[in-house]
């Protein structure tokens, strides 16, 4: 048996934009491929990347906006097809990558656990019997009976990371979700990827926040314009990071504190 | 060696060319969302408004109202017996057909930020919609046996066959669905188009007025018109309480199935890029 659940062999992501961004409409189209303006630009996410992880480590992804953060984590759950190179995973995944992914707010938050869970590839069965457990995870109470569109932000989002991480899978996956709720539910949040990480569960996560990349990840992996700048113990590549970043700023400032959290919950 | 073998392994090579057989798999092993996905798209629906259920049944019947006075009464076609039979028995299926192929845009477009985060057939869309738009369209059906019964319109046994033209009607709207949304992803003003071209279809197709008002030279336009033959299948059983013609039926399933094919193969091809227009 392979020791190592994700393992990234020369990862190349390339595609193609029309130099102006997506063209929209068809009528744009027509006219510049009948008048011969067409520009295209090539946009490198990802370029080369390698690494391996061992199973049942927890490797936080750090690097600036655009660095192909999300990029990995969309190649490791194949949403994205490399464009170079092989990505394999070894181990059951729980594929999704960021919060709220499929909410619907018309409905209730049990008509979303069971949706969400089909969507996570689990049965209604399956779905039902963890009913309880997510509701009280998420102290969403009676409330788990009105449409979610009656919700607090913090109670979405809470909804969302409960159903999120009750899953048995041996791969997570998770792109921003550190940073969920207020300070006492960060901490719970904190407590149930400590639970993963000693049933042996392999995480691949990616935030914004430093401060919490180190406290939750053994492993870091920094990501510098699509290309690995280092890997290794966590606390050392976020020195390493911040100390570029004050170089490059010319002072040394909070990176952690950089940009809000896009949960992606849109209806 | 028995725990490597247990280990599902997921390889996301560059090399990698996904088949049909393997997207087909893929659907199939997501039949669970499939379902949720229909379930979802009907409760949405009717959940909120109370009249949202019975909408459906409602605007046939203003519909009806309103076309009978107009043709019936107004513009007189001759030799139509029970007009809003005549009409409504195609129109249902007309109205599945532009309603499902209109929604699968939407629908992929809307999806678009679940597709970027989590791993699903893509065409799961496109399939999820028009499941939907036929379980909205046997519920239309309940308005029209309601007029025929009014109307004292004969309804004959030959009404078992709709189920037959649900699902041809169904395969080539499915087709349609596939080649507009993809393309939908690409050009937001696809939409528009289509829903200007849709106007144009209702009128090449003899679904307001009968056949015999068309004149001699514009007739084949209608008959090479697809929608014709597939209509017919699904008013011939219901207003001639007579099973549709060999020939109707042939030209319904050869023009299903090469819908299907080339819808399925235009979004295969187009969806490799769909994640950067999304």
Same mark, same amino acid.
């Given at each position: 048996?392979?020791?190592?659940?994700?393992?990234?062999? +020369?990862?190349?992501?390339? /595609?193609?934009?029309?130099?102006?961004? *997506?063209?929209?409409?068809?009528?744009?189209?027509?006219?510049?491929?009948?008048?011969?303006?067409?520009?295209?630009?090539?946009?490198?996410?990802?370029? =080369?990347?390698?690494?391996?992880?061992?199973?049942?480590?927890?490797?936080?992804?750090?690097?600036?906006?655009?660095?192909?953060?999300?990029?990995?984590?969309?190649?490791?759950?194949?949403?994205?097809?490399?464009?170079?190179?092989?990505?394999?995973?070894?181990?059951?995944?729980?594929?999704?990558?960021?919060?709220?992914?499929?909410?619907?707010?018309?409905?209730?938050?049990?008509?979303?656990?069971?949706?969400?869970?089909?969507?996570?590839?689990?049965?209604?069965?399956?779905?039902?019997?963890?009913?309880?457990?997510?509701?009280?995870?998420?102290?969403?109470?009676?409330?788990?009976?009105?449409?979610?569109?009656?919700?607090?932000?913090?109670?979405?989002?809470?909804?969302?990371?409960?159903?999120?991480?009750?899953?048995?899978? !041996?791969? @997570?996956?998770?792109?921003?979700?550190?940073?969920? $709720?207020?300070?006492?539910?960060?901490?719970?949040?904190?407590?149930?990827? *400590?639970?993963?990480?000693?049933?042996?569960?392999?995480?691949?996560?990616?935030?914004? +926040?430093?401060?919490?990349?180190?406290?939750?990840?053994?492993?870091?992996?920094? #990501?510098?314009?699509?290309?690995?700048?280092?890997?290794?113990?966590?606390?050392?590549?976020?020195? +390493?990071?911040?100390?570029?970043?004050?170089?490059?700023?010319?002072?040394?400032?909070?990176?952690?504190?950089?940009?809000?959290? !896009?949960?992606?919950?849109?209806? | 060696?028995?725990?490597?073998?247990?280990?599902?392994?997921?390889?996301?090579?560059?090399?990698?060319?996904?088949?049909? @057989?393997?997207?087909?798999?893929?659907?199939?092993?997501?039949?669970?969302?499939?379902?949720?996905?229909?379930?979802? !798209?009907?409760?949405?629906?009717?959940?909120?408004?109370?009249? =949202?259920?019975?909408?459906?049944?409602?605007?046939?019947?203003?519909?009806? &109202?309103?076309?009978?006075?107009?043709?019936?009464?107004?513009?007189?076609?001759?030799?139509?017996?029970?007009?809003?039979?005549?009409?409504?028995?195609?129109?249902?299926?007309?109205?599945?057909?532009?309603?499902?192929?209109?929604?699968?845009?939407?629908?992929?477009?809307?999806?678009?930020?679940?597709?970027?985060?989590?791993?699903?057939?893509?065409?799961?869309?496109?399939?999820?919609?028009? @499941?939907?738009?036929?379980?909205?369209?046997?519920?239309?059906?309940?308005?029209?046996?309601? &007029?025929?019964?009014?109307?004292?319109?004969?309804?004959?046994?030959?009404?078992?066959?709709?189920?037959?033209?649900?699902?041809?009607? $169904?395969?080539?709207?499915?087709?349609?669905?596939?080649?507009?949304?993809?393309?939908?992803?690409?050009?937001? !003003?696809?939409?528009?188009? /289509?829903?200007?071209?849709?106007?144009?279809?209702?009128?090449?197709?003899? &679904?307001?007025?009968?056949?015999?008002?068309?004149?001699?030279?514009?007739?084949?336009?209608?008959?090479?018109?697809?929608?014709?033959?597939?209509?017919?299948?699904?008013?011939?059983?219901? /207003?001639?309480?007579? #099973?549709?013609?060999?020939?109707?039926?042939?030209?319904?399933?050869?023009? *299903?199935? &090469?819908?299907?094919?080339?819808?399925?193969?235009?979004?295969?091809?187009?969806?490799?890029?769909? /994640?950067?227009?999304?």
């Amino acid at each position: 048996m392979n020791a190592f659940s994700i393992e990234f062999e +020369d990862v190349a992501l390339e /595609y193609r934009l029309s130099s102006e961004g *997506a063209i929209s409409t068809f009528k744009e189209w027509a006219i510049r491929k009948l008048t011969r303006r067409m520009e295209y630009r090539r946009v490198r996410a990802l370029d =080369g990347v390698s690494f391996k992880l061992e199973a049942g480590r927890t490797l936080g992804v750090v690097g600036h906006n655009g660095a192909g953060k999300s990029t990995l984590l969309r190649v490791a759950a194949g949403i994205l097809q490399p464009s170079r190179g092989i990505a394999t995973m070894r181990g059951s995944m729980a594929p999704i990558i960021e919060l709220g992914t499929g909410f619907e707010f018309e409905l209730t938050g049990r008509e979303n656990i069971l949706f969400n869970g089909a969507l996570l590839g689990r049965s209604r069965a399956d779905m039902k019997a963890r009913i309880d457990d997510i509701v009280d995870f998420a102290e969403l109470g009676e409330f788990i009976d009105s449409p979610i569109r009656t919700y607090s932000t913090g109670m979405v989002v809470r909804l969302a990371f409960a159903i999120a991480t009750t899953v048995d899978a !041996d791969i @997570l996956l998770l792109d921003e979700v550190l940073s969920v $709720g207020d300070q006492r539910f960060q901490k719970k949040c904190n407590e149930r990827i *400590a639970q993963f990480r000693e049933k042996g569960v392999t995480i691949l996560l990616v935030s914004h +926040d430093l401060e919490a990349i180190g406290k939750t990840c053994e492993l870091a992996l920094w #990501l510098d314009h699509g290309r690995v700048r280092g890997m290794g113990p966590a606390r050392e590549i976020i020195e +390493d990071y911040r100390d570029w970043v004050a170089q490059v700023n010319g002072t040394r400032m909070d990176v952690g504190a950089d940009s809000s959290p !896009d949960f992606g919950i849109h209806a | 060696m028995s725990e490597a073998a247990l280990q599902p392994v997921f390889v996301n090579d560059a090399k990698h060319r996904v088949k049909t @057989l393997e997207e087909l798999r893929d659907l199939a092993a997501h039949a669970h969302l499939l379902q949720t996905l229909v379930q979802r !798209d009907i409760t949405v629906r009717y959940k909120r408004s109370f009249i =949202g259920f019975f909408w459906t049944m409602l605007n046939p019947l203003l519909l009806m &109202i309103i076309l009978t006075i107009v043709f019936a009464h107004i513009f007189k076609f001759e030799g139509i017996q029970h007009y809003a039979v005549y009409f409504l028995s195609e129109y249902l299926v007309f109205g599945f057909f532009t309603q499902t192929t209109v929604q699968s845009m939407t629908s992929l477009a809307w999806n678009g930020g679940m597709m970027k985060k989590v791993r699903v057939p893509k065409s799961i869309f496109a399939i999820s919609t028009t @499941l939907s738009g036929l379980v909205n369209l046997c519920l239309a059906y309940i308005p029209l046996f309601a &007029i025929m019964i009014f109307q004292g319109a004969p309804i004959k046994a030959t009404v078992l066959f709709l189920p037959v033209a649900f699902l041809i009607i $169904g395969a080539f709207t499915l087709g349609v669905s596939f080649f507009l949304s993809a393309l939908a992803v690409y050009f937001e !003003d696809v939409s528009h188009m /289509y829903q200007v071209a849709t106007l144009g279809l209702m009128y090449m197709t003899p &679904i307001i007025f009968p056949i015999s008002i068309i004149p001699q030279k514009y007739l084949w336009v209608i008959r090479i018109n697809p929608l014709t033959h597939l209509f017919k299948l699904a008013r011939d059983p219901v /207003y001639l309480g007579q #099973l549709p013609a060999a020939h109707v039926l042939q030209a319904s399933i050869v023009s *299903a199935l &090469i819908a299907l094919v080339v819808g399925w193969f235009v979004f295969h091809r187009m969806s490799r890029n769909f /994640y950067h227009y999304l």
